[in-house]
């Protein structure tokens, strides 16, 4: 498996609260996205990353904010947790120009 | 931006029989366009992918047809095997550099031994 991580793995926090997702990655890839999981929506697109300090908002960016301040490590944030913002959350990295997308595990995020 | 379109949202097929998975996209610049498998409660992996310089690519029982005029794609699985049952995600990504990857809805997929 590609050397990408994901913290925390679940976490219950309460509206209005601020929450930090982490994806940490070992290859070196200069792609890195953001997705939610959602029965019936399948993978939606939050935030992408095409190198240090860039990035581009994907379809469903509301409400989210991301920081990719060097190479290996890209950040999700949401500002202030909404209950619609309850999903599972993968991070993807890949390497290139029509190369393969890896996945993280995955985090279940529950917002009461 | 992209737009992708995967149908059906559900497949039910006897084991033995062939599957088909059928996705449309809407920029005509994207040129890559992989298959992912998802099973419950693990990572979605790709499966086979496909570039837009070729019409088709297979491996072993699963291949993956690319129609750039019309700008859709398809995944087909022979000989289905128990093994086979997952969600299966389509996705097209775009060639201006930032790699956009955008998915399709997806299709549970379920083999009735």
């Known amino acids: 498996d590609a050397g990408i991580t994901q913290s925390p793995r679940h976490k219950v926090t309460e509206t209005g609260t601020p929450v930090t997702l982490r994806c940490h990655q070992t290859e070196n890839h200069r792609y890195m996205y953001w997705y939610r999981q959602d029965p019936g929506h399948g993978l939606r697109l939050i935030h992408y990353?095409?190198?240090?300090?860039?990035?581009d908002k994907g379809e469903v960016s509301d409400g989210y904010s991301v920081s990719r301040s060097k190479t290996e490590d890209f950040l999700l944030t949401l500002e202030s947790a909404t209950s619609s913002q309850t999903s599972v959350y993968f991070c993807?990295?890949?390497?290139?120009?029509?190369?393969?997308?890896?996945f993280g595990q995955g985090t279940r995020l529950t917002v009461v | 931006g992209e737009n992708v379109e995967q149908h059906p949202s559900t497949l039910s097929v006897q084991e033995g029989d062939s599957a088909v998975i059928k996705c449309t996209y809407s920029d005509s610049a994207s040129n890559y366009f992989p298959w992912y498998k998802q099973e419950l409660g693990k990572r979605p992996q790709l499966i086979i992918d496909i570039r837009s310089n070729v019409g088709e690519k297979k491996d072993q029982r699963i291949a993956v047809t690319l129609n750039k005029t019309a700008k859709h794609f398809s995944l087909h699985i022979t000989e289905t095997q128990p093994e086979d049952s997952a969600v299966y995600f389509c996705a097209a990504r775009d060639n201006f550099g930032n790699e956009k990857l955008t998915f399709g809805t997806g299709t549970r997929l379920t083999i009735i031994p």
């Open positions: 990353s095409y190198g240090v300090k860039d990035t």
């Open positions: 993807a990295i890949s390497g290139g120009i029509g190369t393969e997308a890896f």
